[in-house]
């Protein structure tokens, strides 16, 4: 699939790759794919492996069962066959979603997750984890700020690297490669390498803030000047972001 400046997906995850880890080109670097089995992550998977048949990647998979819902269990088993078929290692976390309190399960959800993937990275030496968080979930997210009234800072949005943890033995970086790919040409790259994945049945529950605001704006992400609009913003803010952490270090020089 040919997106609108020439590139194929996997072309424009590698090349944000390198410049997301600050490389010309991938060499014995680690990686870490977040996959739920779900449209987004399988896309980024997938586009993986294509990468690793021309240049020799180290990649290592994680998933995390929640328990949320009815294809819980076939979602995760289906992440383990995938493992199995491309003889890749993988790490599945159990976790009962009940323990979750009832406010705000989506932050707890995250927060379990990420809290996993740094243990896991610290332990195995893995530098690199991915997520397949793209276009459409910064406009989300942008929106969400925005109605919200949120500080400026909120408004930068989804970014697309940050540090997980750091210390003297071990960086490890969280990083986004698909934040510039629009949902729609991932529908279109899963369609035309007939990508089998499995729809989360919670993405429907409208309990959840991101799925109401989903549901809200679907029509207007169709919108090329709404699109433009939220990520504009976020451009901006960390922009703004950028100028002030430069100015932070000049003063510093100058004490």
Same mark, same amino acid.
């Given at each position: 699939?040919?997106?609108?400046?020439?590139?194929?997906?996997? @072309?424009?995850?590698?090349?944000?790759i390198c410049k997301l880890i600050d490389e010309k080109k991938i060499?014995?670097?680690r990686f870490l794919i977040s996959v739920s089995g779900g449209l987004d992550s399988l896309v980024l998977f997938q586009s993986m492996i294509e990468i690793n048949k021309s240049i020799p990647l180290n990649i290592k998979l994680f998933h995390v069962n929640y328990n949320m819902h009815s294809k819980s269990k076939i979602m995760s088993d289906y992440c383990l066959d995938i493992a199995k078929k491309y003889n890749l290692e993988i790490y599945i976390e159990d976790c009962d979603s009940k323990e979750f309190k009832n406010t705000n399960i989506e932050s707890q959800a995250r927060e379990f997750r990420y809290n996993r993937l740094r243990e896991i990275c610290i332990k195995n030496k893995i530098n690199y984890v991915l997520t397949a968080h793209h276009q459409d979930d910064q406009i989300e997210t942008i929106y969400m700020a925005k109605k919200n009234k949120s500080s400026w800072v909120s408004k930068i949005g989804i970014r697309s +690297?940050?540090? #997980?943890?750091? @210390?003297?033995?071990?960086?490890?970086?969280? %990083?986004r490669p698909?934040?510039?790919?629009?949902?729609? +040409? %991932?529908?279109?790259?899963?369609? !035309?390498n007939k990508l089998t994945y499995f729809d989360d049945p919670t993405n429907n529950n409208l309990k959840f803030l991101r799925n109401k605001t989903r549901y809200e704006i679907k029509d207007k992400k169709n919108d090329l000047q709404f699109r433009? !609009?939220?990520?504009?913003?976020? !451009?901006? +803010?960390?922009?703004? #972001? @950028? !100028? %002030?952490?430069? $100015?932070? +270090?000049? $003063?510093?020089? $100058?004490?």
């Open positions: 699939i040919i997106l609108w400046w020439g590139l194929d997906i996997k @072309d424009i995850i590698y090349n944000q060499n014995s670097e +690297n940050f540090v #997980l943890h750091n @210390d003297d033995n071990i960086k490890v970086s969280l %990083i698909m934040l510039n790919i629009s949902k729609e +040409n %991932i529908i279109r790259y899963a369609s !035309k433009e !609009k939220y990520l504009a913003i976020s !451009k901006d +803010n960390l922009l703004k #972001l @950028d !100028k %002030i952490g430069k $100015q932070i +270090n000049e $003063q510093f020089y $100058q004490l």
